[in-house]
């Protein structure tokens, strides 16, 4: 079946210094790969999505690399900010999933001064 | 963007009582989804609907749960009766073809 593995529950980490957050999942097709971030008492938003063509998506200064040898999704920025403290879910999207997007337990992302 | 409205923002009823939530999706969207999300937890998936009909429910769409959109309005979330644990914040999200989401700001439901 489908589903997606987040191995962090909480991430802190000092400003300025790089973010990784693990993202691994399990497919029967070829899925499409999302993160969303939901910042506290907001709506979860589309922060990235993974291209058919394989390009590496970017916005906001995070990027992820798809990369199906390992099943693998991680979220990547280079240089924290403060106002990257949120909780952060990986979803993945497949053929046959019933139109579902099947969502990770979500990462806590703390970014401290 | 496209944008998903939720009403109300918030919600507080006495246990036992009958609550629906309504979605106002995306105007051309045919995919639509309820998540349920306790106060400090993970956003958990309750149920999503095409055509007319639940496609797939999770274990935490209780029988006092039910669903609709009649006549292509409100997409609804209706709990009767009401349980204290029901208390959370319940997100609607809407999708054109079945893949990226877009999700409401949520109803607050608070069960006294």
């Known amino acids: 079946g489908d589903s997606v593995t987040q191995t962090e529950g909480l991430v802190t980490l000092t400003e300025g210094l790089p973010v990784m957050l693990n993202c691994t999942y399990q497919?029967?097709?070829?899925?499409?790969l999302f993160w969303y971030v939901q910042h506290l008492n907001e709506a979860p938003k589309l922060l990235l999505k993974?291209?058919?063509?394989?390009k590496r998506p970017e916005h906001q200064g995070f990027h992820a690399t798809l990369h199906k040898s390992s099943s693998s999704f991680h979220l990547q920025k280079s240089s924290a900010q403060l106002s990257d403290s949120a909780l952060y879910y990986c979803a993945l999207s497949d053929i046959g999933s019933n139109n579902r997007i099947f969502f990770g337990d979500g990462t806590q992302l703390v970014v401290k001064p | 963007g496209p944008k998903v409205l939720q009403i109300p923002s918030h919600q507080i009823i006495d246990m036992g009582q009958m609550v629906t939530l309504n979605c106002d999706p995306v105007s051309n969207h045919l995919y639509f989804y309820w998540y349920k999300q306790i106060l400090g937890q993970q956003m958990e998936f309750l149920v999503n609907?095409?055509?007319?009909?639940?496609?797939?429910k999770s274990k935490l769409f209780k029988d006092q749960f039910s669903v609709e959109r009649p006549d292509g309005s409100y997409f609804t979330l209706k709990i009767q009766p009401t349980a204290l644990e029901d208390s959370a914040v319940y997100f609607c999200?809407?999708?054109?073809?079945?893949?990226?989401?877009?999700f409401g700001p949520g109803t607050r439901l608070t069960v006294l």
């Open positions: 999200a809407s999708s054109l073809l079945g893949a990226e989401q877009f």
């Open positions: 497919s029967t097709y070829s899925p499409f």
């Open positions: 609907f095409y055509n007319g009909k639940v496609m797939e």
């Open positions: 993974s291209f058919t063509d394989n």
